[in-house]
């Protein structure tokens, strides 16, 4: 399964329906929290019963696809199963009890209630939400896959617009040279990590060196007035700030991984249990 992402552009009504889309989803996953904690016994099949109570009862909730309905559910369950295996594995500490969600930034669909265009360029979405059909602009190509593969569609919103993800199911295959070499990494806080070579890569400290803006940023939203459409934008700056530092340590966390996959059959890094106290070792096999 992998995920291609493309950026999704529309009009501003648009978006404020896939904002209430969004509300609607964190809405049905939560209520099915509550159902979970009033109601003994309830498992992943009456969750997704309630969502057929919970759109016959109320009217926005019916607006939303049912099988998007379905996914919320399966949100729900998804940290009420954490919760019992944190249980059962007797994690130390607080085992992740489900809670409400205050803030919630995507919906996703299954296989119905969106179609993609022929030329592979835009979606519609077409429940009654009123999304309609939003332009894709990214550097995947959809083409090289069929709409079967296709098992979810999902809208992420963030600080620099909205995202449609696709979740592909495909087979990936990539022929890796067989080296036969292991190498073990260390991970260290002056350096990002040391390998059993000796090698060392320096930590790029992508957060100290946006620190400065970020606490500007910060003390400019601090000062504006609650609920005003300036301390919405300085919110907005705010939050662009800290998704370009969090791009950039994933960038660089996969171009690394990618260096060493094609040196090393095998990597062993360093996994550490705060919580726990505890230590271990992971192999990565590839």
Known sequence: MIVLEFKAYGKQRQYSAIDEAIRTA???RNSCIRYWMDNKGVNKYDLNKYCTVLAKQLTFANELNSMARQASAERAWSSIVRFYDNCKKKVPGKKGFPRFKKHCRSVEYKTSGWKLCPDKKSIIFSDLKGIGKLKLKGTWDLWRFDKKQIKRVRIVRRADGYY????????INEPVPATGN???????????????NGDAEPNP????KGE??????????SRKKKGSSNRKKAINRLGKTHLKISRQRQEHAKRLVRSYRKK???????????????????????
């Open 182 to 196: 292991t190498i073990g990494l260390d991970v260290g806080l002056k350096d990002f990590y040391t390998d059993s």
């Open 26 to 28: 964190k809405f049905i």
């Open 264 to 286: 090393s059959a095998a990597f062993i890094v360093d996994r550490l249990c705060i919580k726990g106290g505890r230590f271990c070792c992971k192999a990565a096999l590839f």
């Open 164 to 171: 449609v993800q696709f979740c592909v199911q495909v087979d």
């Open 205 to 208: 400290r992508f957060y100290r």
């Open 212 to 221: 400065k803006r970020l606490k500007l940023y910060q003390r400019q939203v």
